[in-house]
Nanobody, 119 residues
């Protein structure tokens, strides 16, 4: 069955960096788009970044220039490099299989990893 396992979250000071990883299994990783979403306390889940099967990427305006999504088809892993972190980036970050950015949904979700940015 499909499994998405996030790791790499934690507590970091504003201006710092974190790299999230999502190890995928149970499907043909290389042919699917993958993405990252986040949900802050009391807020709706929101799109962060997406990478398609060919490596094309798109980002939410709030993270452009600071976050980079990438994937390693040999390792079945998608990454989110987060630099210049801000307190407003604090959220639970979810890995998503075949996300629809317009609908804000995905075929499968990971369990989430907490990112906390202190000021």
């Amino acid at each position: 069955q499909v499994q998405l396992r996030e790791s790499g979250g934690g507590l970091v000071q504003a201006g710092g960096s974190l790299r999230l990883s999502c190890a995928a299994s149970g499907f043909t990783f290389s042919v699917y788009s993958m993405g990252w979403f986040r949900q802050a306390p009391g807020k709706e889940r929101e799109f962060v970044a997406r990478i398609n099967w060919g490596g094309g990427t798109n980002y939410a305006d709030s993270v452009k220039g600071r976050f980079t999504i990438s994937k390693d088809n040999a390792e079945n892993t998608v990454y989110l490099q987060m630099n210049s972190l801000k307190p407003e980036d604090t959220a639970v970050y979810y890995c998503a299989l075949d996300p629809s950015v317009s609908i804000g949904n995905a075929k499968y979700w990971g369990q989430g990893t907490q990112v906390t940015v202190s000021s």
